[in-house]
């Protein structure tokens, strides 16, 4: 097996205004990384060309941006927003779109329809954005009385979205050709389950932990089973890290509000403690490989997960020659043209 090596380097100073973002997208058209407005009124923007870092005046409470083919970042209202707020890439230009929603909402994911699901998070819906009309709508049911009950949803190869357990008892299944959705009621579970997930190059869904469970979620859409794989994490590693796909075909958990250590997903068994940091927010990963994270409350700086293995090694796919072909969707960077 080779052997991961990785180091963690400081980037560009982030001042003048309030740190708390949580998730990103890299925008191939000119090559800036947006990240999501969470305790901070501004997105951030970074210039992976110059390394410089500029702030865009949106507003307190969103999450999980995710890029649409037409241009724009949709933003979504998690805590204390009320509507879905978009980003023109193009001009930088903010804007609000749909109704008031009272629900609170977890990570987007762009379906093949060309719409953009979110899962519920403390409400009974789920909310609907159709990127080519900019509409909202939500999908209603009961899902039960739990708060923040699932994680994002995440497109798995048979065109289907999944949504993995929070706090609630199961997995979400919806089928985004008719907008129904499922609950697969899955044994065993506690209050704090999973926290970040991601589409693996396997065909699995994998799962960062939270504060109850000591393993990486592994998710079988097949089965429909979870089991949590590798060896027990030590006590705050990986906790609440949002997971993100690298070129290489592994995987690392990099960033989270109460992420202590960066981990990598070595093999379907395995993890590889990578190196310790304080806190960092949502990790995008880069054309060059690089995984980029913002800063949190008590730091000032950018932080880069730098990768020296080989970038293509022991995974299913492959990576298409031109990366500003990748749809770039928060969690699910290559998702989409693995087959």
């Given at each position: 097996?080779?052997?991961?090596?990785?180091k963690?380097?400081?980037?560009?100073?982030?001042?003048?205004?309030?740190?708390?973002?949580t998730?990103?997208?890299?925008?191939?058209?000119?090559?800036?990384v947006?990240?999501?407005?969470?305790?901070?009124?501004h997105?951030?923007?970074?210039?992976?060309s110059?390394r410089?870092?500029?702030?865009?005046l949106a507003?307190?409470?969103?999450s999980?941006?995710?890029?649409?083919?037409?241009?724009?970042?949709y933003l979504?209202p998690?805590?204390?927003?009320?509507?879905?707020?978009?980003?023109n890439?193009?001009?930088?230009?903010?804007?609000?779109i749909g109704a008031s929603?009272t629900?609170?909402?977890?990570?987007?994911c762009?379906?093949?329809?060309?719409?953009?699901?979110?899962?519920?998070?403390?409400g009974?819906?789920?909310?609907?954005?159709?990127?080519?009309?900019?509409t909202v709508s939500?999908?209603s049911?009961v899902l039960?009385?739990?708060?923040?009950?699932y994680?994002?949803f995440?497109?798995?190869?048979?065109?289907?979205l999944?949504?993995m357990?929070?706090?609630?008892?199961?997995?979400?299944?919806?089928d985004?050709?008719?907008?129904t959705f499922t609950?697969?009621?899955?044994?065993?579970l506690?209050?704090r389950?999973?926290?970040?997930?991601?589409?693996?190059?396997?065909?699995?869904?994998y799962?960062?932990?939270?504060e109850?469970?000591?393993?990486?979620?592994?998710?079988d859409?097949?089965?429909?089973?979870?089991a949590?794989v590798?060896?027990?994490?030590?006590?705050?590693?990986?906790k609440?890290?949002?997971?993100?796909?690298?070129?290489?075909?592994?995987?690392?958990?990099?960033?989270?509000?109460?992420?202590?250590?960066?981990?990598l997903i070595?093999?379907?068994?395995?993890?590889?403690?990578?190196?310790?940091?304080t806190?960092?927010?949502?990790?995008v990963?880069?054309?060059?490989?690089?995984?980029?994270?913002?800063?949190v409350?008590?730091?000032?700086?950018?932080?880069?997960?730098?990768?020296?293995y080989?970038k293509?090694?022991?995974?299913?796919?492959?990576?298409?020659a031109n990366?500003a072909?990748?749809p770039?969707?928060?969690?699910?960077?290559?998702?989409?043209?693995l087959?």
């Amino acid at each position: 097996m080779l052997k991961l090596k990785t180091k963690l380097v400081l980037d560009t100073v982030v001042s003048g205004v309030t740190i708390g973002w949580t998730g990103g997208c890299y925008v191939a058209s000119n090559n800036c990384v947006y990240y999501a407005p969470n305790t901070s009124s501004h997105i951030l923007k970074y210039n992976v060309s110059t390394r410089a870092v500029s702030f865009i005046l949106a507003a307190t409470g969103y999450s999980s941006p995710v890029l649409a083919p037409n241009g724009f970042i949709y933003l979504i209202p998690i805590v204390g927003a009320r509507q879905v707020r978009i980003l023109n890439t193009a001009t930088d230009a903010v804007s609000v779109i749909g109704a008031s929603v009272t629900d609170s909402y977890q990570g987007g994911c762009l379906a093949p329809n060309g719409c953009i699901y979110c899962s519920s998070g403390n409400g009974n819906t789920i909310l609907k954005i159709d990127a080519s009309t900019n509409t909202v709508s939500t999908i209603s049911g009961v899902l039960g009385s739990e708060l923040e009950k699932y994680s994002g949803f995440v497109l798995a190869r048979n065109g289907l979205l999944y949504s993995m357990p929070r706090q609630s008892q199961s997995v979400l299944k919806l089928d985004p050709s008719t907008n129904t959705f499922t609950q697969i009621p899955i044994a065993g579970l506690g209050t704090r389950n999973y926290f970040r997930t991601t589409l693996g190059f396997d065909g699995y869904i994998y799962c960062s932990p939270a504060e109850n469970v000591t393993g990486v979620g592994r998710f079988d859409t097949v089965t429909e089973t979870i089991a949590n794989v590798g060896a027990p994490m030590p006590s705050g590693i990986g906790k609440h890290g949002q997971i993100t796909p690298l070129l290489n075909g592994r995987m690392t958990s990099a960033g989270g509000g109460y992420f202590t250590s960066t981990f990598l997903i070595d093999s379907p068994s395995n993890f590889q403690l990578s190196a310790t940091l304080t806190q960092s927010g949502g990790g995008v990963v880069l054309p060059n490989g690089d995984v980029l994270m913002t800063p949190v409350s008590g730091q000032t700086r950018m932080i880069r997960l730098i990768s020296s293995y080989p970038k293509i090694y022991n995974f299913e796919g492959t990576i298409p020659a031109n990366l500003a072909d990748l749809p770039t969707s928060n969690y699910n960077v290559l998702h989409n043209r693995l087959t």
